[in-house]
């Protein structure tokens, strides 16, 4: 079977940065990954890069920021006065902390810098900016059960 809409696909990977840094690999942790093609689980780049492939195919492919997470936004890069912090807040420059909005919504930011009165916090995704380079491997790629198609899109929905 071909990857393509609606395949569930199963494939180890490895994510490295420009400095050949080990970022993510799931060959040794014996989980390969798993999601359902088209269903924007996964980088528009890496679906393009395995559409129509097959079982044991592998493919390595370079991603600029524009293909990945996108260009550092400085506007997503805020002072905020500490005291607007519990005291007892791990504030670590390169933590990783949520926020929730009056209505309700979560999202995750990045301690970037802290001093006696402000911190300095970053909604950037922590790959923002950077070269990403993978190496893929196909383990399969089977056709994805009426369930699960409905399971993602119920899921999808929630994210929105």
Same mark, same amino acid.
């Given at each position: !079977?071909?990857?393509?809409?609606? !395949?569930?696909?199963?494939?180890?990977?490895?994510?490295?940065?420009?400095?050949?840094?080990?970022?993510?690999? +799931?060959?040794?942790?014996?989980?390969?990954?798993?999601?359902?093609?088209? /269903?924007?689980?996964?980088?528009? *780049?890496?679906?393009?890069?395995?559409?129509?492939?097959?079982?044991?195919?592998?493919?390595?492919?370079?991603?600029?920021?524009?293909? *990945? #997470?996108?260009?550092?936004?400085?506007? *997503?890069?805020?002072?905020?006065?500490?005291?607007?912090?519990?005291?007892?807040?791990?504030?670590?420059?390169?933590? +990783? !902390?949520? !926020?929730?909005?009056?209505?309700?919504?979560? #999202?995750?930011? &990045?301690?970037?810098?802290? +001093?006696?009165?402000?911190?300095?916090?970053?909604?950037?995704?922590?790959? *923002?900016? /950077?070269?990403? #380079?993978?190496?893929?491997?196909? /383990?399969?790629? &089977?056709?994805?059960?009426?369930?699960?198609?409905?399971?993602?899109?119920?899921?999808? &929905?929630?994210?929105?």
């Amino acid at each position: !079977m071909k990857v393509g809409k609606d !395949m569930v696909v199963t494939v180890d990977y490895e994510l490295r940065l420009d400095e050949g840094e080990l970022i993510e690999s +799931t060959w040794d942790s014996k989980r390969p990954f798993i999601f359902c093609f088209g /269903r924007s689980n996964v980088l528009p *780049a890496i679906e393009e890069a395995l559409k129509g492939k097959e079982e044991g195919d592998e493919v390595e492919l370079e991603l600029p920021p524009d293909k *990945a #997470y996108g260009p550092v936004m400085e506007e *997503a890069i805020y002072d905020v006065p500490r005291s607007q912090f519990p005291p007892d807040s791990n504030l670590e420059v390169g933590s +990783t !902390m949520m !926020m929730e909005t009056p209505q309700g919504e979560q #999202y995750p930011f &990045r301690v970037a810098d802290v +001093t006696e009165d402000q911190v300095k916090v970053d909604f950037n995704h922590p790959l *923002a900016g /950077r070269t990403l #380079y993978f190496k893929l491997s196909v /383990r399969g790629v &089977r056709e994805a059960s009426p369930d699960e198609i409905l399971e993602m899109a119920a899921s999808k &929905r929630q994210e929105q």
